[in-house]
């Protein structure tokens, strides 16, 4: 690795599952690993309700989402960003049939102007019991 890349950890965004930083910046870009919605210091998920096998019984993805966006907001202020800082997020969705009109109504809340670039895939699963997962790019001045 270059000396032009830094890794950052934010004090505030769950730790990671792996080995992993939260972000690396490049120059005045700003990479985040995926985010989930997990809260730091705890294996508790927002919104998601398990069994005691560890499986998924129910969730609600209101909570989940506004979550994510919340570790976002702190990796992103940790590494001298913004929440308008974000260029490009790609979202990972479990069920994009069911989740899909909640998660746009509120990314529409959250960018009510100037959204950054998105795309949304669905994918069958991620590594912790979570329905949606960001990866982020930001722009730092």
């Avoid at 929440?83 to 049939?97: H, P």
Wanted: glycine fraction near 6%.
């Amino acid at each position: 690795m270059s000396d032009h890349s830094a890794a950052i950890n934010s004090g505030k965004a769950p730790e990671p599952v792996g080995a992993y930083p939260h972000a690396r910046r490049v120059g005045n870009l700003l990479f985040l690993s995926g985010v989930g919605p997990r809260e730091r210091g705890t294996k508790k998920i927002p919104g998601v309700t398990l069994n005691d096998k560890g499986e998924i019984v129910s969730y609600d993805i209101e909570t989940q989402v506004r979550s994510v966006f919340q570790n976002v907001r702190f990796i992103l202020e940790d590494a001298g960003a913004t929440w308008e800082s974000l260029v490009d997020v790609t979202v990972y969705l479990t069920n994009m049939k069911d989740d899909f009109p909640t998660y746009n109504r509120l990314w529409a809340e959250y960018f009510p102007q100037n959204p950054p670039c998105r795309t949304t895939l669905e994918i069958n699963c991620l590594p912790t019991p979570i329905a949606i997962e960001l990866k982020c790019i930001a722009v730092v001045e």
